[in-house]
């Protein structure tokens, strides 16, 4: 009897097991397919809330658009909503109607009474001011409008620039910091694109500071960086590398060529960089079909307030390219820098040290 109830009850106490273990599983299976779906929730909102793509201003449009300064303001010229706006300081939009070719006048939104706006031309492709009434705004030339890199003139010769930074010393820091673990970004994908420009003379400068054209992050950075290009397929883009690590003697060859006036385009050496952490990245879109890149409120390493990721100016398509780009990175753990569109820095740079590797000892 006992031995028959013992037997008994081991068979109830396996069959509750059994039970127990189906409703564990079953509950488990349950909850990671809601996790999944949240996931996947989580990436179709994001993408959901990306404003549709707009169409690109006409091109006789993208003439007219630009900075005009008088001696007590400036304007801004810009294509928002395929309407041509003016954009002031406060900020406000004025829409503008079409006239003629270089006549336009105001919205009932208007600053300017019945005034009308003259662009002024001298036989060039884009206006050289434009009128308001009495009042003349002249354009101002940001940039290379040929669609050249933007170029300063160095306040040293390369060769000198050089000799001053490989003899100087990086600043020292205290801290325990996580081992650098440079990845090469080229391993990573075939699809993501490279224009190290500091590999050739297509810079800011004019000059080669990288021997090899290599981009390199650290790790997590890196798989960040894939993502964020993963990402960008399902709006038909992927992304290009302009620059990521660096070493410091070339951060300091930057501060000691720029002008003081544009300093806050480059990194104080004093500091480091974040790219000298490995844990920067200078990058734009290109178009998955055609393989061209995308256009911008202004080219890479333009030092002008069209860099900067808050400017109102340009298209409306532009800046949406710009703000797609914003978006894909900061769901990786990426801050744009506020001067410069293109740059990011990631959540993780104060845990690296500053590097001074060359890109040869790096892939020694």
Known sequence: MKHGGTMKGGKRTRVMKNRIGCFIGWFLAILLLQCAGSSAGICQTQASQIAPKPPDAPEQWKNLIGVYASSHDTIYVAERETQLVLVTKKPQHVKLTEYAHNLFGFSKERLFDDTALVFNWDGNLRPQSMTIGAVSFQRLILGNENGASFRIEPLKPADELRKIALAA?????????????????????K????????????????????????????RPAAEAVLQAHRWLRQFGFGLLIHDAYRPWYVTRMFWDATPDDKKIFVADPLQGSRHNRGCAVDLTLYDLNTGNQVEMTDGYDEMSERSYSSFPGGTSLERWHRDLLGQAMSMQGFTVYQYEWWHFDYKDWKQYPIGTKTFEEISE
């Open 191 to 218: 699809t993501i694109k490279f224009d190290i420009r500091y590999a050739t003379t297509n810079n800011f400068v004019g000059e080669k500071f990288y021997t090899q054209a290599k981009a390199f992050l650290q």
């Open 169 to 189: 010393t990086p600043p020292k820091e205290e801290g325990n910091f996580s081992k650098p673990d440079l990845v090469d970004l080229s391993t990573l994908e």
